[in-house]
């Protein structure tokens, strides 16, 4: 079986470019942001012993018609998706990989994955599904971030959120170089990646094992897989530039810019990223980005706790494995 590849990162860091420069690969086949893998995960217990074949069918059905979960995105036929989910073995990471697995047979590809940036947040939840699978993690200046968010409608919160969001996503990648298993983990920089695509390509292409293709340079080409209705994507069907490096320049107020530069000064620094000097935030600001801080890390406490506690009372094995039979299942409806 074909090693799953994840792209990850902060929102807005330019995650939706390398998915398409990814998918312009002839092996390679990475489908626009799906939404059932994290909820299929925290929600596992409800499907029961999926050894039992109507409850991978119900798994299936849940899958592929679930409002909110974009598998129309995908183009493929829902009955046949649950029919293989089916077939599937009896893990929740076979069944959740067998969907992407579908979509790359159906761009005739053996290499699979998916994109999310919020993943970043959850590699040891995506190793249990997926414990071979390689992580790309593409990393943009802060403050970029943080500006292009401001415009997003779809993004709910505000600039302080924003701040805490990019340095929580740093972190997990720090974590992850630290303790991903050895060719698990890549990381590269979007302003590396638009200034010199075919270099950066190359070699993520040496890490991911597969040969560079030059298709991969042109994106442009294949976004038309990605839905029409996200106007925020439009710049991902013209050729690649570097129209956006430094537009927080333009985005953001001076308040944001002292906010990012104080709390994430050190992150900057450490990938090269130039600040502006402009000093310290006003006290007030300082008060409520370190609310927003302790509110994103109780947050975070009470789903590792959750999680936890399962993993703790269940024994249940996650693990995609290949194959698709239906040896040693259980067959009762």
């Avoid at 942001?33 to 119900?58: M, Q, W």
């Avoid at 990648?173 to 390509?201: F, I, T």
């Amino acid at each position: 079986m074909e090693r799953p590849i994840f792209v990850v990162g902060c929102p807005r860091s330019g995650t939706t470019l390398l998915q398409l420069m990814l998918h312009a690969h002839p092996r390679i086949a990475i489908p626009p942001e799906t939404r059932f893998l994290l909820p299929a995960y925290y929600r596992r217990a409800e499907f029961g012993d999926l050894r039992v074949r109507a409850n991978r069918r119900a798994l299936g059905e849940w899958i592929t018609g679930t409002r909110g979960h974009k598998f129309p995105d995908l183009g493929l036929d829902p009955a046949e998706t649950v029919r293989r989910i089916e077939a599937a073995p009896p893990t929740l990471g076979s069944a959740l990989g067998t969907v992407l697995q579908e979509y790359a047979r159906r761009h005739g590809k053996p290499r699979w994955g998916d994109k999310r940036p919020a993943y970043i947040q959850y590699l040891p939840e995506i190793f249990r599904l997926f414990p071979d699978a390689q992580i790309v993690h593409l990393i943009r200046d802060g403050r970029d971030c943080v500006g292009s968010l401001k415009g997003m409608k779809w993004w709910e919160h505000d600039s302080l959120h924003s701040v805490v969001t990019w340095a929580s996503a740093i972190d997990a990648g720090h974590e992850a170089a630290r303790h991903c298993p050895d060719g698990s983990y890549y990381a590269l920089q979007y302003e590396h990646l638009v200034a010199d695509p075919a270099p950066q390509l190359s070699a993520l292409c040496e890490f991911l094992g597969e040969r560079y293709d030059p298709a991969m340079l042109h994106p442009e080409t294949v976004a038309s897989v990605n839905p029409k209705r996200k106007k925020h994507h439009a710049r991902t069907h013209k050729n690649v530039d570097m129209a956006v490096v430094r537009a927080w320049e333009e985005r953001l107020e001076p308040w944001e810019v002292q906010l990012c530069e104080y709390v994430l000064g050190e992150r900057l620094r450490a990938y090269g990223y130039h600040l502006s000097g402009l000093g310290r935030p006003p006290a007030a600001v300082l008060g409520r980005y370190a609310r927003t801080l302790a509110r994103y890390r109780q947050a975070a406490l009470r789903r590792g706790f959750k999680d936890g506690w399962h993993r703790l009372v269940s024994d249940d094995d996650l693990a995609c494995r290949p194959g698709g039979s239906d040896h040693g299942l259980l067959t009762a409806n």
